[in-house]
């Protein structure tokens, strides 16, 4: 079975610092690869995802993220942090072929954001 | 445009009573979800469903029912609502096939008291 480790629960950073979430991943094959974001009260926000081709993918609001098949990893990095980047952010991987069950989630990294 | 409405926003219910949410998505999609959202343990899937009039169950279905009667909407049940059922619970949905994009409502919350 796939499953999704983020190991910091919380990171605080101050604005204008840069950014990395780390997201590790197991499964047998390359999985779909997906980083949402989630403000307080709010659902879950689709920041950018990778499913083939080009390992560093951009995404919305200035973030990307890089798929690393040897370290099973998909650590999600931002170079300067705005106040309003402060939220949590959850990890996902899906088993490519569209098998409707398939999507797992980290258990959050949660950010704060320090003036 | 409103993607995926859910009602009620908020509820609180004694221990035994029970309540349905409703999921509503208006962009035709065949997948809908319901996931649960506790601190520390991300979002775990509770039932979901591929059609019209199809369900199945995800990852921590008990104590929960499900119904898709409507190829837009979606309905979870608690029949009889226990204290461990307080969570925020979001329903989600995608279109079949393609990289597996979910799109979230903005979630209720449910105190069990």
């Known amino acids: 079975a796939q499953s999704v480790t983020q190991p910091d629960i919380h990171i605080t950073v101050s604005e204008g610092a840069s950014l990395e979430l780390r997201c590790n991943y197991s499964y047998g094959a390359t999985p779909y690869l997906f980083w949402y974001v989630q403000s307080p009260g709010q659902g879950l926000q689709l920041l950018l995802k990778?499913?083939?081709?080009?390992?560093l993918v951009q995404g919305i609001k200035g973030f990307e993220a890089e798929f690393k098949r040897s370290q099973s990893s998909f650590n999600l990095r931002k170079p300067s942090v705005h106040w309003s980047d402060a939220a949590e952010y959850f990890c996902?991987?899906?088993?490519?072929?569209?098998?409707?069950?398939?999507?797992?989630f980290g258990s959050g990294t949660q950010l704060t954001v320090l003036p | 445009n409103a993607g995926v409405t859910q009602t009620p926003k908020f509820r609180v219910l004694k221990t035994g009573q029970s309540m349905t949410l409703l999921c509503a998505q208006d962009?035709?999609?065949?997948?809908m979800y319901w996931y649960r959202q506790d601190p520390g343990m991300g979002l775990r899937l509770i039932h979901y469903s591929v059609g019209e009039g199809t369900t199945a169950k995800g990852e921590v279905p008990d104590g929960y029912n499900v119904s898709r009667l409507k190829k837009q909407n979606f309905l979870l049940g608690l029949e009889s609502a226990a204290p461990s059922q307080t969570s925020v619970y979001f329903c989600?949905?995608?279109?079949?096939?393609?990289?597996?994009?979910?799109?979230f409502g903005e979630g209720s919350r449910l105190t069990v008291l």
């Open positions: 962009m035709n999609h065949e997948y």
């Open positions: 990778y499913f083939s081709g080009d390992t």
């Open positions: 989600a949905s995608r279109k079949q096939g393609g990289t597996g994009e979910l799109f």
């Open positions: 996902a991987v899906a088993e490519p072929g569209g098998s409707a069950r398939q999507l797992t």
